[in-house]
């Protein structure tokens, strides 16, 4: 999981590890792809606002190291999917994949499982 904001990252990470979750948390994108290991995730939790490097082209920079990493993006504001999809990057990302801010656990949990099982 990345994001920025640290008191994010510890509530997320939290909530996950409680939910049967193993997770590596960094607030910093630039030292998450540093420490990016092939095959090693299953899934990525991305915020999409980051300073240096943004979710969506962290998103691209691990793509290019592992094409077959499942993805979902954090966001608190609903238009970033439409954005993304007006860049027409990825097509195979889908709304799903968009968890907006705030959440309640139960539902980022559902959402994880279904992108994380689908396919």
């Given at each position: 999981?990345?994001?920025?904001?640290?008191?994010?990252t510890?509530t997320?990470k939290?909530?996950?590890e409680?939910?049967?979750?193993?997770v590596?948390?960094?607030?910093?994108?630039t030292?998450?792809l540093?420490?990016?290991?092939?095959g090693f995730?299953?899934?990525?939790?991305?915020?999409i606002?980051?300073?240096?490097?943004?979710?969506?082209?962290?998103?691209?920079?691990?793509r290019e190291?592992?094409?077959?990493?499942?993805?979902?993006?954090?966001?608190?504001?609903e238009?970033?999917?439409e954005?993304?999809?007006?860049?027409?990057?990825?097509p195979?990302?889908?709304r799903?994949?968009?968890?907006?801010k705030?959440?309640?656990s139960?539902e980022?949990?559902?959402?994880?499982?279904?992108?994380?099982?689908?396919?």
């Amino acid at each position: 999981m990345v994001d920025d904001e640290q008191d994010v990252t510890y509530t997320i990470k939290i909530v996950l590890e409680n939910n049967g979750f193993l997770v590596d948390s960094y607030n910093d994108p630039t030292l998450a792809l540093s420490n990016f290991k092939v095959g090693f995730y299953d899934l990525l939790l991305l915020d999409i606002r980051m300073p240096k490097i943004n979710g969506f082209d962290l998103y691209q920079k691990i793509r290019e190291i592992d094409s077959n990493v499942k993805i979902c993006f954090l966001t608190a504001s609903e238009w970033f999917y439409e954005e993304y999809r007006r860049l027409d990057t990825h097509p195979t990302i889908e709304r799903e994949h968009f968890i907006q801010k705030p959440f309640r656990s139960e539902e980022i949990i559902r959402q994880l499982k279904e992108v994380l099982y689908s396919h």
